[in-house]
């Protein structure tokens, strides 16, 4: 049996160049990409019929299912500590353990988000979705696009200055 590899589309392996260098760290699996977050999180990215499709990611499972697996050892464990030890210090370090848990799935789920409005405003403004009856370059050339700043800049805003309405003290 020989093992077939898929290429990345044009538009695509554009989308991955230019998330490389915006500093992601993507990651290609076949016919799709993988932008790699903090907390052992992920989007996967497909593009298929002139479409792109997103597909969160907390470690192996996808993100609702990585909620429900978090939700439930919770669930399991303080109930477990509950049975064995009854209203015990162990069984509030359990529960506490719990919380921080699905705090932690909570984090991911702002990542995650975070890492989805940003993908869609990085197509979005790269003209990749502009034509459904003719897919596009994701490469249009810097001077046809609005670019991207290198670095975001770091202005400081001094309210004095800001606030020179009149009557306004």
């Known amino acids: 049996m020989e093992h077939v590899v898929k290429s990345l589309d044009?538009?695509?392996?554009?989308?991955?160049?230019?998330?490389?260098?915006?500093?992601y760290v993507v990651v290609q699996h076949g016919d799709h990409?993988?932008?790699?977050?903090?907390?052992?999180?992920?989007?996967r990215i497909r593009h298929t019929d002139d479409r792109f499709r997103f597909v969160p990611q907390f470690g192996p499972f996808r993100r609702s299912g990585g909620l429900l697996v978090t939700s439930?050892?919770?669930v399991a464990a303080v109930a477990a500590a509950a049975l064995a030890f009854g209203a015990a210090p162990l069984t509030l370090v359990v529960g506490f353990l719990?919380?921080?848990?699905l705090a932690h799935d909570a984090?991911?789920?702002?990542?995650t988000e975070g890492c989805l409005t940003r993908l869609q405003q990085l197509i979005a403004s790269s003209g990749a979705l502009s034509s459904r009856s003719k897919?596009?370059?994701?490469?249009i050339?810097?001077?046809?696009?609005?670019?991207?700043?290198?670095?975001?800049?770091?202005a400081v805003l001094d309210q004095r200055v800001a606030d020179q309405s009149p009557g306004v003290r």
């Open 98 to 101: 719990g919380m921080v848990a």
């Open 10 to 23: 044009t538009d695509l392996e554009l989308l991955k160049t230019e998330l490389e260098r915006l500093d």
């Open 141 to 154: 050339s810097t001077s046809q696009r609005p670019g991207l700043p290198e670095r975001a800049p770091s």
């Open 33 to 43: 990409i993988c932008v790699r977050l903090p907390l052992i999180s992920s989007v």
């Open 72 to 74: 439930g050892v919770s």
């Open 135 to 139: 897919p596009p370059a994701l490469g």
């Open 107 to 111: 984090c991911r789920f702002v990542l």
